[in-house]
């Protein structure tokens, strides 16, 4: 065998080409040693230092992932497979195993820091990002999440031994991206024109590299090499610079600035793309004439692929097949999110793809529009409309075939945990893209009967419950747009009336209602601390029920009314009319029911036009509301409240007031603490609409917070 050298090649990686035909770029020994003793120099790993290995194999991070550590006598943690785009399993184990280095790439980074448990990882040492350009408000974002950490963002590409240069993150950064910053040890960087000549700071020009960190070219590809690594104008005889393909500037201060691409290569989540590659994969289906794919960024820091296609001859796409087929040759994230078929595609005067007059893609929904049937579907509805940047989406739409791709899942299953503590993985969301698919697999993990008398909202977390009381009408749906500010750690119920999915007797007192639902919390929480709240009539009855806890003994540090207030003694309410029942009900689903007449069946058409999941409620679900608003009525006129040792948290109603209304001096005789006020700027119908429950929630969530630290200081109120 001969000696190893340093010019003895050390790895392979292939990557995309413009011709259809992947190409493989050769890394020598000596290069990617340059590479590592320069890291070690500048980033001073120790044995202590734990390193994640979470970068697939094909990407060139892995290099230094797996061998940074090796050499240094550092642990190497390696992350399970498809870890790396989890952002909630990558916080976890960043804790577990008590990680101090670990690579992002930006998009990547984005969702790690969007996931709650990430402002725990104030362990990490370092944070390396590379693979796409860097956008400045994601570094403020770090700062704000993981402030303390130190955060580099390196530049490099494949053809050289991983990374060529590096930008020490201060959180001073101006402009629209962090710069890829100054060369690492012995290797140079130039700006050049076309005639290979430096262009002056500030002035755009291709970037190119030279030195010990670069490749030694494409494996059994002569002519590529010979046109990617070209006679070094300012080195020695036989030296080589690399083309990258790259816009770039100097900086006055000696730093140099990415400014994009000048060909049709394009990043993707990391991935260096040849566009013409993804084109030839489609033009050799037989179904397709012409093809074209474009990478667009309609939301901030979402790089996607469209596709465009023209059918040959007569025939028809079908964009789904076509997908399937892309994706049995490409890697995922070169297979397009979106397709878009047309007649032909647009051409310009002298004949060619006129890339400019593609037309931004329309994202279809499914055929049949089919409203949300729960509470927790409604729920994840929102959720998928949030990561896809689209209006609404019904329960049978493919989250992918709206646009999802596997960074935007990531996205989708950090909020379905944040928001529902559910956990699910991304091959779950492959499998089954649609909320009526997710909702059927998540029946284990949540008891999915609306109608019951106890609703989980989100029955998991560590923390003590929020209970919520329903308000006239008897269901508890209202609250769910609550999950979206309540933090995580505290599982959230609803508390419902019985007799809407079969007849069952009325309570004849709020009192024994409060004790029947008392009951149901206790098989929940059996020991306080407990929290309770209610909207409207669901304001007496958590009041009525926080008394009951105490008279057993229980603490009740938080007691929260949405604008309810006890009924006045000192006049006769008439029983309400139909009307005035069917439209207390209609405003306690947070709708308006305007001024028209009503009775049960006009109501269900009412909320079936509105598309919410009280739409899939039957006739017999609205005569029982009736009936049990007809009840709460009755029972709450008759209720004289007892006394509350502690504070009331009231929020009040503060639009549209006529000087009739109940005022919070009514609460003043039953509680012995303090009534704390929160004015929320709505009608009192409109308490549970978006903006109103995120006021709400936001100041809940510093509540739980405060009682939470209270508890574990063992300072509990009693």
Request: aromatic residues 8%; glycine residues 10%.
């Amino acid at each position: 065998t001969r000696p190893l050298k340093l010019q003895h090649p050390a790895y392979l990686i292939y990557t995309s080409g413009s011709t259809g035909r992947p190409k493989g770029a050769l890394n020598t020994h000596g290069a990617i040693v340059n590479r590592l003793l320069w890291m070690q120099s500048e980033y001073g790993l120790r044995p202590d230092d734990r390193i994640l290995q979470k970068t697939p194999f094909g990407f060139d991070v892995s290099v230094w992932e797996f061998f940074w550590s090796l050499i240094e006598g550092a642990t190497l943690v390696v992350a399970a497979p498809g870890g790396h785009q989890d952002p909630h399993y990558l916080a976890t184990l960043i804790q577990e195993q008590q990680i101090t280095t670990i690579h992002f790439v930006p998009s990547m980074l984005r969702a790690f820091l969007d996931e709650p448990l990430s402002a725990q990882c104030k362990g990490l040492r370092r944070v390396i990002c590379s693979g796409e350009a860097f956008p400045v408000e994601l570094e403020a974002q770090f700062q704000a999440v993981l402030g303390g950490v130190p955060l580099c963002n390196l530049y490099g590409p494949t053809e050289a031994a991983v990374d060529v240069s590096y930008w020490e993150c201060r959180g001073t950064t101006a402009g629209g991206a962090v710069p890829i910053g100054r060369p690492i040890w012995n290797t140079s960087l130039y700006v050049l024109d076309g005639r290979l000549q430096p262009v002056p700071a500030g002035v755009p020009g291709e970037l190119y590299i030279a030195g010990a960190g670069l490749g030694r070219g494409y494996l059994k590809r002569p002519g590529l090499t010979a046109e990617r690594f070209v006679a070094d104008p300012f080195g020695r005889s036989g030296d080589r610079i690399y083309r990258t393909g790259d816009l770039a500037r100097w900086r006055a201060d000696g730093a140099i600035e990415f400014l994009g691409r000048t060909d049709f290569q394009v990043k993707v989540r990391g991935f260096r793309v040849e566009l013409g590659e993804i084109e030839a994969a489609l033009l050799r289906h037989p179904d397709v004439a012409q093809a074209a794919v474009v990478a667009r960024e309609d939301q901030p820091g979402d790089t996607r692929l469209v596709g465009y296609v023209a059918p040959a001859g007569r025939g028809t796409i079908n964009p789904a097949a076509l997908l399937r087929h892309l994706g049995q040759t490409l890697p995922d994230y070169m297979v397009p999110a979106i397709l878009v078929t047309m007649e032909t595609l647009p051409l310009n005067p002298n004949g060619k793809l006129d890339r400019k007059a593609l037309p931004a893609p329309n994202v279809a929904a499914a055929a049949e529009w089919r409203a949300p049937r729960t509470p927790q579907e409604e729920i994840l509805c929102s959720l998928f409309a949030e990561v896809l940047g689209v209006s609404r989406v019904s329960i049978d739409d493919s989250f992918f075939e709206l646009g999802g791709h596997s960074l935007l899942a990531t996205r989708l299953i950090s909020r379905i945990h944040c928001i529902l503590g559910v956990e699910i993985s991304i091959r779950t969301l492959f499998e089954i893209p649609t909320v009526a698919g997710l909702t059927e697999r998540m029946s284990g993990c949540l008891d999915l009967d609306p109608l019951q008398v106890t609703l989980p909202l989100r029955p998991h977390g560590n923390r003590a419950p929020l209970f919520c009381m329903h308000p006239l009408g008897g269901l508890s749906w209202c609250y769910a747009g609550l999950l979206q500010h309540v933090p995580a750690e505290y599982p959230v119920y609803g508390l419902q009336a019985r007799g809407m999915n079969a007849p069952a007797p009325l309570p004849a007192t709020l009192e024994d209602m409060a004790i029947d639902y008392v009951a149901e919390i206790r098989r929940i929480q059996p020991t306080g601390p407990y929290y309770l709240l209610g909207w409207s009539l669901g304001g007496l009855i958590a009041f009525a029920a926080a008394c009951h806890l105490q008279q057993e003994g229980e603490a009740v540090p938080l007691l929260v009314s949405l604008d309810g207030y006890p009924y006045p003694q000192d006049k006769f309410l008439a029983f309400p009319e139909v009307q005035e029942i069917l439209r207390g009900l209609v405003k306690d689903l947070g709708r308006d029911p305007g001024e028209d007449p009503l009775d049960v069946s006009t109501v269900l058409e009412f909320l079936r036009r509105d598309g919410a999941a009280l739409s899939t409620l039957q006739e017999h679900h609205l005569r029982a509301m009736y009936e049990v608003a007809r009840n709460n009525h009755l029972l709450a006129s008759r209720f004289i409240p007892g006394q509350f040792i502690g504070d009331l948290l009231l929020f009040t109603a503060t639009a549209d007031r006529t000087g009739e209304e109940p005022v919070p001096e009514a609460w003043m005789p039953h509680v012995t603490g303090q009534i704390r006020i929160r004015e929320i700027p709505c009608r009192h119908q409109l308490m549970t609409e978006p903006p109103s429950l995120a006021r709400i929630g936001r100041a809940l969530a510093i509540e739980l917070e405060q009682h939470s630290e209270r508890i574990q200081r063992n300072d509990q109120p009693v």
